[in-house]
């Protein structure tokens, strides 16, 4: 990563001397959520399919916030940028947002490559003006929120509810993602299952619901088992979980299945489960910013990140699941040995009923009937009301917690780079081995 840093302050120098953008795309996403290979096989494979250079400035921010304030505020030029879910409905809503061009030439359209589930199912709950939001956002990666949990500590039955964040064993051992509309949706849909069931309410509309009644009812349920936590985190709770220094951690998937991959490297037993009365499913997707100023490149760099190879790969070097579907991509997926069978025909079709896959990346299509989108809704409030339940919840866990993730830092930047390097080479043992 460093070097697309170096290359970003170079180009970005250069570019304040030139208007001409064509030779340049600037990339905006998430930290560590892309297979950097990539960004240099893109140059490549541009120039092979147009006949014309590129260099990827490639950037990366750690909250939508921070990425949408640089685009609605500052007009920053960014080529493409890979916002969540509510995000891109805020941007759709705010006309922040370019149309994506799928006209390649001669090139196979790969964003055909996409998942009707990600397509037909999410992205038409996506709330924009009326606009259709597949023709301004290609989805990128998707998951649930649930419990990341030690099979040590804590039991399957347990967390078939989210209530095990409230048993006094497991004081100081719980972490939760600091991510208000996550934790707000997830718990807003468990609480209204019997509605739901009844017809009463939306499963696919209920995140919209931002009614004082419902934060209420949401804040009441946070602080019933605050004292429990030990921290509020953005990113070290995977690796504190496969430390054993957390038992339980309110994650999202990927994270968990990035955990539950390097606890089993050093004999530590994690699971991921989501509660049996609901919770949410996300996505992030690929995006052309309003003040974008390569759209032929960026619309190629999407294309390229759609190819089933492509998808894979990133899989395996960041543990979220790729939005991507195919026979191709389910090939890569089935381990019949790790896995047993179960039902995920809603991405992969109807024959993928009885396939053996991750059930962390790809939940059995009884646990997907229960998970719900989040909305752009109520934002202010629920900020009001997360900062709320975390304003006095700081305890001698959470300075501990905070003083081992700084004495591990440096030592996780040593890693980091061969851990990923250890991963590739794992991978592609393991497609030998499918082989």
Same mark, same amino acid.
């Given at each position: 990563m460093k070097k697309y840093i170096l290359i970003a302050l170079s180009v970005l120098m250069l570019a304040?001397?030139?208007?001409?953008?064509?030779?340049?795309?600037?990339?905006?996403?998430?930290?560590?959520?892309?297979?950097?290979?990539?960004?240099?096989?893109?140059?490549?494979?541009?120039?092979?399919?147009?006949?014309?250079?590129?260099?990827?400035?490639?950037?990366?921010?750690?909250?939508?916030?921070t990425m949408l304030s640089k685009i609605e505020?500052?007009?920053?030029?960014?080529?493409?940028?890979?916002?969540?879910?509510?995000?891109?409905?805020?941007?759709?809503?705010?006309?922040?947002?370019?149309?994506?061009?799928?006209?390649?030439?001669?090139?196979?359209?790969?964003?055909?490559?996409? *998942?009707?589930? &990600?397509?037909? +199912? =999410?992205?038409?709950? #996506?709330?924009?003006? $009326?606009?259709?939001?597949?023709?301004?956002?290609?989805?990128?990666?998707?998951?649930?929120?649930?419990?990341?949990?030690?099979?040590?500590?804590?039991?399957?039955?347990?967390?078939?509810?989210?209530?095990?964040?409230?048993?006094?064993?497991?004081?100081?051992?719980?972490?939760?993602?600091?991510?208000?509309?996550d934790v707000y949706t997830s718990l807003l849909i468990s609480f209204n299952t019997d509605a739901i069931d009844k017809g009463e309410k939306n499963l696919q509309t209920i995140g919209f619901d931002a009614s004082p009644e419902s934060i209420a009812i949401v804040e009441e349920y946070l602080n019933s088992f605050k004292d429990n936590v030990a921290g509020w985190e953005a990113d070290f709770g995977k690796d504190q979980m496969t430390k054993e220094l957390a038992w339980l951690n309110?994650?999202?998937?990927g994270d968990a299945q990035w955990a539950m991959d390097? *606890?089993?490297? &050093?004999?530590? +037993? =994690?699971?991921?489960? #989501?509660?049996?009365? $609901?919770?949410?499913?996300w996505f992030d997707g690929w995006v052309i910013p309003?003040?974008?100023?390569?759209?032929k490149a960026a619309s190629y760099f999407i294309n390229f990140m759609c190819k089933p190879e492509n998808a894979v790969r990133n899989m395996d070097v960041i543990g979220y699941v790729s939005t991507i579907g195919g026979?191709?991509?389910l090939e890569a997926m089935t381990d019949e040995e790790s896995y047993e069978p179960i039902d995920v025909s809603y991405f992969f079709g109807p024959e993928a009923d009885s396939v053996c896959v991750s059930p962390v990346m790809y939940p059995d299509n009884k646990v997907m009937s229960?998970?719900?989108?989040?909305?752009?809704?109520?934002?202010?409030?629920?900020?009001?009301?997360?900062?709320?339940?975390?304003?006095?919840?700081?305890?001698v866990w959470t300075y501990t917690l905070i003083c081992l993730v700084f004495a591990g830092l440096i030592v996780a930047v040593i890693v980091k780079y061969a851990k990923k390097r250890y991963r590739r080479k794992r991978y592609a043992k393991k497609r030998r081995k499918r082989a």
């Open positions: 304040g001397c030139s208007e001409d953008r064509s030779r340049i795309l600037k990339v905006y996403n998430w930290a560590d959520y892309i297979d950097e290979s990539l960004i240099d096989e893109f140059e490549v494979w541009y120039k092979e399919q147009t006949g014309e250079d590129v260099e990827v400035v490639y950037q990366t921010f750690d909250i939508n916030e505020l500052g007009h920053e030029d960014y080529d493409l940028a890979c916002p969540s879910d509510y995000i891109i409905e805020r941007m759709l809503s705010n006309d922040l947002l370019l149309p994506i061009d799928t006209d390649f030439g001669d090139t196979p359209n790969y964003i055909d490559n996409v *998942a009707p589930y &990600i397509k037909e +199912e =999410l992205f038409t709950q #996506i709330a924009g003006n $009326g606009k259709n939001a597949n023709d301004y956002a290609v989805g990128y990666m998707w998951g649930t929120t649930g419990l990341l949990y030690n099979t040590n500590y804590v039991s399957d039955e347990e967390v078939k509810s989210w209530d095990v964040l409230r048993n006094q064993d497991y004081a100081g051992k719980i972490l939760i993602k600091d991510a208000f509309r309110l994650s999202w998937s390097e *606890a089993a490297e &050093i004999g530590v +037993e =994690l699971e991921y489960a #989501i509660p049996e009365t $609901g919770s949410t499913v309003k003040y974008a100023r390569n759209i026979d191709e991509v229960r998970c719900g989108m989040m909305h752009d809704s109520g934002t202010e409030e629920l900020l009001k009301m997360w900062s709320r339940v975390k304003g006095d919840s700081a305890s």
